[in-house]
């Protein structure tokens, strides 16, 4: 120090020095224009900067059924990027990676749009109960209740900022610890304690929300004038959620409805006793599906391959006509994917 001078200003505590405030703008901007070049290449960026207690991913893209986890690196060559991700940080990447995903996950998503003037929904819960009927419901056994919320994590991500006037999800907290809010959620008592206790998240372009879908939750009403509030809706499903083996539902209900039919004009068999085959033949959920072309006539859940059979037996459709429709079911319920290859 410099006689006479004044002393040097201590750095205030957590303050980052200099030098890493340079490298943490320049990492900034090096991400930004990665996720630019991904953007360009095809790919929707579903996550930034994201963190979990074993790391974190600079940016989590997704084209199509390709999921890629990008750690952004600002050097003068690509040699000397490359060689700057450690092997440790390779494994912190993967770990992650893995914190992310999940074993053996599945992810679909629908892109959901609300204008200005779109109305609010009424607070709900989501699957795989929450799309059934209050009655329905009610048929399951307890277990199931608490089971179902596990089988789906739900959430979303901000295509456009989403001011709170935009509407973006009413969420109430805790109410995913309800055991009964399967079957409450639609009474009048039930809507009115939400709307009189939710609270709301404005998201920036690019923010995520994930939260349970038993969580009494709605969507907001948009009351802006300019907002056109847009976000990709995500399920990640868990794989347990499924059977063992894959079946033809649809030709064994078109074999066993003729013979059902007949037996039950006969009296040979009841429709407790019908409804048992149906079960054990027919798909009784409705989803997966695809929602542009199997949108919900009724309520929140497409007509199932069993609701159809069961109605196709009480309005004594002819066996031709049967096969028909489940055509035309198994068509709504097809992904509609183009069968030529895709030129990168």
């Known amino acids: 120090m410099k006689s006479g001078g004044d002393p040097p200003r201590p750095r205030p505590v957590g303050t980052p020095r200099p030098e890493r405030q340079v490298a943490f703008r320049l990492g900034l901007s090096a991400e930004s224009r990665a996720a630019v070049f991904l953007i360009a290449k095809g790919f929707r960026i579903l996550a930034r ?56 996950f599945q992810v679909t998503s629908q892109v959901n749009v609300v204008r200005p003037g779109g109305e609010a929904q009424q607070a709900h819960r989501d699957y795989h109960l929450g799309f059934q009927s209050a009655e329905v419901a009610a048929s399951f056994p307890a277990h199931v209740h608490g089971m179902s919320p596990f089988l789906t994590l739900q959430g979303a991500v901000a295509h456009s900022d989403m001011p709170i006037e935009s509407g973006p999800t009413k969420l109430l907290p805790y109410s995913q610890r309800y055991a009964q809010g399967y079957v409450a959620w639609r009474r ?118 069993g609701q159809m059979m069961l109605r196709a037996l009480r309005e004594d459709w002819e066996p031709a006509e049967f096969a028909r429709a489940l055509a035309k079911h198994a068509w709504r319920h097809g992904a509609g994917e183009s069968t030529e290859l895709i030129d990168y």
Request: glycine letters at 4%; hydrophobic letters at 40%.
């Open 49 to 104: 900067r994201w963190r979990s207690p074993v790391g974190e991913i600079d940016i989590v893209a997704r084209r199509r059924k390709l999921l890629v986890f990008v750690e952004v690196k600002a050097r003068e060559n690509l040699d000397d990027a490359a060689w700057s991700v450690t092997e440790r940080q390779r494994a912190r990447i993967v770990a992650a990676a893995e914190a992310w995903l999940g074993p053996c």
């Open 188 to 305: 009048a008592d039930f809507r009115e304690y939400f709307e009189n206790n939710f609270v709301q998240v404005p998201l920036a372009k690019g923010d995520a929300i994930f939260f349970n879908p038993a969580l009494f939750h709605a969507a907001g009403s948009n009351r802006t004038s300019h907002v056109q509030r847009m976000a990709n809706l995500l399920q990640i499903s868990s794989a347990y959620g499924r059977a063992m083996e894959v079946v033809n539902r649809t030709r064994m209900s078109e074999t066993l409805y003729p013979v059902l039919r007949d037996r039950l004009k006969a009296g040979n068999i009841t429709e407790p006793e019908a409804l048992s085959v149906i079960a054990s033949c027919a798909e009784g959920y409705s989803f997966p599906t695809n929602l542009d072309r199997d949108s919900p006539a009724k309520g929140l859940a497409p007509e199932s391959q």
